[in-house]
């Protein structure tokens, strides 16, 4: 599976950006996804995650009620709608999928994912 993120830019706080992950591959359907950040001198960190059928979420604590995670298999891509955006949002943003089936439970640990995206610089102004 190979993952290709994009969507990310330069915001000014409050603002929103959509975060997109394209995968190629028919397993992709089967897999939980998550969005994971890693701003610079900080650990990558969970941000969201959903299972394979779009059922179940996850968010960090920090972006709950901000950050709206969702699918779509037929097109092989996950989103994350990032909204009331702030500075410490600032960081690469990285896609990533958890192959280990069947897709139901979402893990934070980065350790869990096993393909991973290039990461989108999402910039956060005050």
């Known amino acids: 599976v190979q993952l290709q993120a994009s969507g990310g830019g330069l915001v000014q706080a409050g603002g929103s950006l959509r975060l997109s992950c394209a995968a190629s591959?028919?397993?992709?359907?089967?897999?939980?996804m998550g969005w994971f950040r890693q701003a610079p001198g900080k650990e990558r960190e969970f941000v969201a995650g959903?299972?394979?059928?779009?059922?179940?979420?996850a968010f960090a604590d920090s972006v709950k009620g901000r950050f709206t995670i969702s699918r779509d298999n037929a097109k092989n891509t996950v989103y994350l709608q990032m909204d009331s955006l702030k500075p410490e949002d600032t960081a690469v943003y990285y896609c990533?999928?958890?192959?280990?089936?069947?897709?139901?439970?979402?893990?934070?640990?980065?350790?869990?994912?096993?393909?991973w995206g290039q990461g989108t610089q999402v910039t956060v102004s005050s």
């Open positions: 591959g028919r397993t992709f359907i089967y897999y939980v």
């Open positions: 959903i299972s394979f059928n779009g059922v179940k979420t």
């Open positions: 990533a999928a958890d192959r280990t089936g069947p897709g139901v439970v979402v893990t934070t640990s980065p350790f869990n994912y096993h393909y």
